[in-house]
Protein backbone atom coordinates (compact mmCIF):
# COMPACT_ATOMS: atom_id res chain seq x y z
CA UNK A 1 0.00 0.00 0.00
CA UNK A 2 1.60 3.30 -1.24
CA UNK A 3 1.21 6.31 0.78
CA UNK A 4 1.24 9.84 0.83
CA UNK A 5 1.91 12.33 3.57
CA UNK A 6 -0.97 13.16 5.44
CA UNK A 7 -2.75 10.24 4.37
CA UNK A 8 -5.26 8.35 6.76
CA UNK A 9 -4.50 4.70 7.39
CA UNK A 10 -7.48 3.36 7.26
CA UNK A 11 -7.81 0.60 10.72
CA UNK A 12 -8.58 -2.83 9.20
CA UNK A 13 -5.08 -3.23 7.58
CA UNK A 14 -3.28 -2.13 10.46
CA UNK A 15 -2.78 -5.38 13.25
CA UNK A 16 -4.70 -5.58 15.57
CA UNK A 17 -3.59 -6.10 19.32
CA UNK A 18 -3.49 -9.92 20.96
CA UNK A 19 -2.88 -11.37 24.36
CA UNK A 20 0.49 -9.95 25.20
CA UNK A 21 0.37 -7.20 22.74
CA UNK A 22 -1.91 -4.92 23.83
CA UNK A 23 -0.37 -1.88 22.07
CA UNK A 24 0.67 -0.93 18.06
CA UNK A 25 3.90 0.03 17.50
CA UNK A 26 4.16 2.68 15.25
CA UNK A 27 7.76 3.22 13.39
CA UNK A 28 9.09 5.84 11.14
CA UNK A 29 6.86 8.03 8.73
CA UNK A 30 3.47 7.04 11.27
CA UNK A 31 2.06 9.13 14.26
CA UNK A 32 -0.99 8.51 16.41
CA UNK A 33 -3.53 11.46 16.37
CA UNK A 34 -6.09 10.90 19.29
CA UNK A 35 -8.40 9.16 19.58
CA UNK A 36 -7.71 6.32 17.12
CA UNK A 37 -6.52 7.77 13.92
CA UNK A 38 -3.16 6.65 12.31
CA UNK A 39 -1.65 9.69 9.96
CA UNK A 40 1.35 9.24 7.60
CA UNK A 41 4.04 12.43 7.83
CA UNK A 42 6.30 10.98 4.40
CA UNK A 43 5.75 8.95 1.22
CA UNK A 44 6.38 5.77 1.07
CA UNK A 45 5.17 2.03 1.40
CA UNK A 46 3.13 1.02 4.34
CA UNK A 47 4.80 -2.09 5.19
CA UNK A 48 3.09 -4.29 8.93
CA UNK A 49 3.91 -6.96 10.64
CA UNK A 50 1.65 -9.18 12.19
CA UNK A 51 3.95 -10.72 15.01
CA UNK A 52 5.35 -7.49 16.04
CA UNK A 53 2.15 -5.88 16.23
CA UNK A 54 4.12 -3.20 14.15
CA UNK A 55 3.52 -0.81 11.46
CA UNK A 56 5.85 1.81 9.68
CA UNK A 57 6.39 3.48 6.37
CA UNK A 58 9.33 2.24 4.22
CA UNK A 59 10.47 5.37 1.91
CA UNK A 60 13.04 5.98 -0.39
CA UNK A 61 15.52 8.15 1.51
CA UNK A 62 18.67 6.75 3.00
CA UNK A 63 21.78 5.11 2.23
CA UNK A 64 22.41 1.23 2.81
CA UNK A 65 23.84 -0.31 6.02
CA UNK A 66 24.77 -3.82 6.37
CA UNK A 67 22.76 -5.21 8.75
CA UNK A 68 23.11 -8.77 9.60
CA UNK A 69 20.27 -11.14 7.89
CA UNK A 70 19.72 -9.11 4.65
CA UNK A 71 19.93 -11.06 1.63
CA UNK A 72 22.46 -9.24 -0.72
CA UNK A 73 23.60 -8.67 -4.07
CA UNK A 74 27.83 -8.52 -4.39
CA UNK A 75 30.02 -7.02 -6.93
CA UNK A 76 32.81 -9.40 -6.57
CA UNK A 77 35.93 -7.50 -6.34
CA UNK A 78 39.12 -9.79 -6.08
CA UNK A 79 39.81 -12.76 -4.55
CA UNK A 80 42.52 -12.82 -1.41
CA UNK A 81 44.06 -15.92 -0.04
CA UNK A 82 40.49 -17.10 2.10
CA UNK A 83 37.90 -14.71 0.80
CA UNK A 84 36.67 -12.91 -1.80
CA UNK A 85 36.39 -9.12 -1.76
CA UNK A 86 33.14 -7.94 -2.73
CA UNK A 87 31.78 -4.52 -2.91
CA UNK A 88 27.93 -3.96 -1.22
CA UNK A 89 27.39 0.13 -2.96
CA UNK A 90 30.57 2.34 -3.52
CA UNK A 91 29.18 3.87 0.07
CA UNK A 92 29.74 1.03 1.71
CA UNK A 93 32.91 -0.90 3.04
CA UNK A 94 34.30 -3.73 0.94
CA UNK A 95 32.52 -7.06 2.41
CA UNK A 96 34.07 -10.41 2.79
CA UNK A 97 32.86 -13.90 1.19
CA UNK A 98 35.08 -16.74 2.31
CA UNK A 99 35.76 -19.50 -0.40
CA UNK A 100 34.00 -22.42 1.72
CA UNK A 101 31.17 -20.17 2.45
CA UNK A 102 29.40 -21.75 -0.61
CA UNK A 103 27.27 -25.25 -0.44
CA UNK A 104 29.75 -28.15 -0.91
CA UNK A 105 32.88 -25.92 -1.39
CA UNK A 106 36.08 -27.71 0.29
CA UNK A 107 39.63 -26.25 -0.38
CA UNK A 108 39.89 -28.41 -3.47
CA UNK A 109 36.43 -27.26 -4.67
CA UNK A 110 35.74 -23.56 -4.21
CA UNK A 111 34.65 -21.49 -6.84
CA UNK A 112 36.92 -19.70 -8.75
CA UNK A 113 35.15 -16.43 -9.44
CA UNK A 114 36.00 -13.45 -11.30
CA UNK A 115 35.94 -9.82 -10.77
CA UNK A 116 32.56 -8.30 -11.36
CA UNK A 117 30.93 -11.83 -10.52
CA UNK A 118 27.74 -10.78 -8.97
CA UNK A 119 26.70 -13.27 -6.34
CA UNK A 120 23.46 -13.67 -4.26
CA UNK A 121 24.51 -13.68 -0.54
CA UNK A 122 23.16 -13.29 3.29
CA UNK A 123 25.24 -11.19 5.67
CA UNK A 124 26.44 -13.11 8.67
CA UNK A 125 27.63 -9.91 10.63
CA UNK A 126 28.05 -6.68 10.24
CA UNK A 127 28.77 -3.81 12.61
CA UNK A 128 30.84 -0.45 12.38
CA UNK A 129 34.03 -1.93 13.27
CA UNK A 130 34.35 -4.78 11.18
CA UNK A 131 33.90 -5.29 7.22
CA UNK A 132 30.65 -7.02 6.93
CA UNK A 133 31.14 -10.82 6.42
CA UNK A 134 28.64 -12.64 3.80
CA UNK A 135 27.64 -16.39 2.68
CA UNK A 136 26.34 -18.40 0.37
CA UNK A 137 25.11 -20.98 2.56
CA UNK A 138 22.22 -21.90 5.10
CA UNK A 139 23.84 -22.44 8.24
CA UNK A 140 20.92 -24.90 9.37
CA UNK A 141 20.93 -27.32 6.12
CA UNK A 142 24.48 -26.58 4.83
CA UNK A 143 22.46 -25.71 1.20
CA UNK A 144 22.62 -22.47 -0.88
CA UNK A 145 18.88 -22.15 -0.51
CA UNK A 146 18.83 -19.95 -3.20
CA UNK A 147 22.37 -18.11 -2.53
CA UNK A 148 25.59 -18.08 -4.74
CA UNK A 149 26.74 -16.66 -8.53
CA UNK A 150 24.05 -14.82 -10.63
CA UNK A 151 24.38 -15.84 -13.99
CA UNK A 152 22.62 -14.16 -16.58
CA UNK A 153 19.82 -11.67 -16.04
CA UNK A 154 20.68 -7.48 -16.00
CA UNK A 155 21.49 -4.94 -13.25
CA UNK A 156 18.68 -2.61 -12.11
CA UNK A 157 19.19 -0.13 -9.26
CA UNK A 158 16.32 0.86 -7.03
CA UNK A 159 15.48 2.45 -3.40
CA UNK A 160 16.25 0.67 -0.24
CA UNK A 161 12.72 1.39 -0.51
CA UNK A 162 11.36 -0.66 -2.95
CA UNK A 163 13.87 -3.19 -2.16
CA UNK A 164 12.56 -3.69 1.02
CA UNK A 165 8.94 -4.07 -0.57
CA UNK A 166 10.00 -6.51 -3.28
CA UNK A 167 11.40 -9.00 -0.18
CA UNK A 168 8.51 -8.62 1.95
CA UNK A 169 6.38 -9.90 -1.33
CA UNK A 170 2.63 -8.92 -1.11
CA UNK A 171 2.85 -6.81 1.69
CA UNK A 172 5.16 -4.20 -0.09
CA UNK A 173 2.63 -3.86 -2.56
CA UNK A 174 4.85 -4.09 -6.10
CA UNK A 175 1.43 -5.72 -8.32
CA UNK A 176 3.17 -5.01 -11.13
CA UNK A 177 5.25 -7.97 -11.45
CA UNK A 178 2.11 -10.22 -10.46
CA UNK A 179 0.66 -9.03 -13.23
CA UNK A 180 3.55 -9.60 -15.62
CA UNK A 181 3.87 -12.92 -14.19
CA UNK A 182 0.10 -13.96 -15.25
CA UNK A 183 1.43 -13.75 -18.78
CA UNK A 184 5.32 -14.35 -18.91
CA UNK A 185 7.92 -16.19 -17.23
CA UNK A 186 10.81 -14.27 -15.21
CA UNK A 187 12.94 -14.24 -12.91
CA UNK A 188 14.13 -11.82 -10.52
CA UNK A 189 16.63 -11.18 -7.69
CA UNK A 190 16.12 -8.79 -5.27
CA UNK A 191 19.08 -7.24 -3.00
CA UNK A 192 18.22 -5.37 0.31
CA UNK A 193 21.41 -3.03 -0.64
CA UNK A 194 18.94 -1.73 -3.51
CA UNK A 195 20.29 -3.99 -6.42
CA UNK A 196 17.49 -6.32 -8.69
CA UNK A 197 18.52 -8.75 -11.42
CA UNK A 198 16.24 -9.69 -14.36
CA UNK A 199 16.15 -11.82 -16.15
CA UNK A 200 13.27 -12.02 -18.72
CA UNK A 201 14.44 -14.50 -21.26
CA UNK A 202 15.47 -12.05 -23.75
CA UNK A 203 16.94 -8.68 -24.09
CA UNK A 204 13.63 -6.47 -24.34
CA UNK A 205 11.47 -8.47 -22.21
CA UNK A 206 14.47 -7.84 -19.30
CA UNK A 207 14.86 -4.14 -19.96
CA UNK A 208 10.82 -3.79 -20.03
CA UNK A 209 10.33 -5.64 -16.47
CA UNK A 210 13.43 -3.97 -15.07
CA UNK A 211 12.42 -0.36 -16.49
CA UNK A 212 8.71 -1.16 -15.44
CA UNK A 213 10.23 -1.90 -11.40
CA UNK A 214 11.87 1.34 -11.65
CA UNK A 215 9.03 3.23 -12.67
CA UNK A 216 6.61 2.42 -9.48
CA UNK A 217 9.72 2.74 -7.88
CA UNK A 218 10.40 6.38 -9.03
CA UNK A 219 6.84 7.06 -9.52
CA UNK A 220 5.65 5.48 -6.34
CA UNK A 221 2.46 4.21 -8.12
CA UNK A 222 -1.00 3.03 -7.43
CA UNK A 223 -1.94 -0.62 -7.70
CA UNK A 224 -4.13 0.53 -10.60
CA UNK A 225 -2.06 2.30 -12.46
CA UNK A 226 0.64 -0.75 -11.77
CA UNK A 227 -1.66 -2.49 -13.80
CA UNK A 228 -1.92 -0.20 -16.44
CA UNK A 229 1.67 -0.26 -16.56
CA UNK A 230 1.77 -3.98 -16.67
CA UNK A 231 -0.55 -3.94 -19.37
CA UNK A 232 1.39 -1.19 -21.42
CA UNK A 233 4.75 -3.62 -20.98
CA UNK A 234 3.23 -6.85 -22.28
CA UNK A 235 1.92 -4.67 -25.91
CA UNK A 236 5.54 -3.47 -26.23
CA UNK A 237 7.34 -6.92 -25.76
Known amino acids: MVVLPGDEIPQEVLPTPTGKKKHLTLGPGLRHIPPNTVATTIAGALVTDNKKVAAWIESNSGRYLPSTGDLVIATVEKSAAEAFTCTLTPHTPP ?55 IKGGMVFKISLGMARRLLVGSKGGVTVLEHLGEKIGFEITVGRNGVIVVDGGSVRATLAIGKAVQEVDEQALSEKAQKKLAERVLKNI
Open 95 to 149: ASLPHLAFEGATKKTRPQLAPNTLVYARITSANRDFAPELTCVDPSTGKSEGLGP
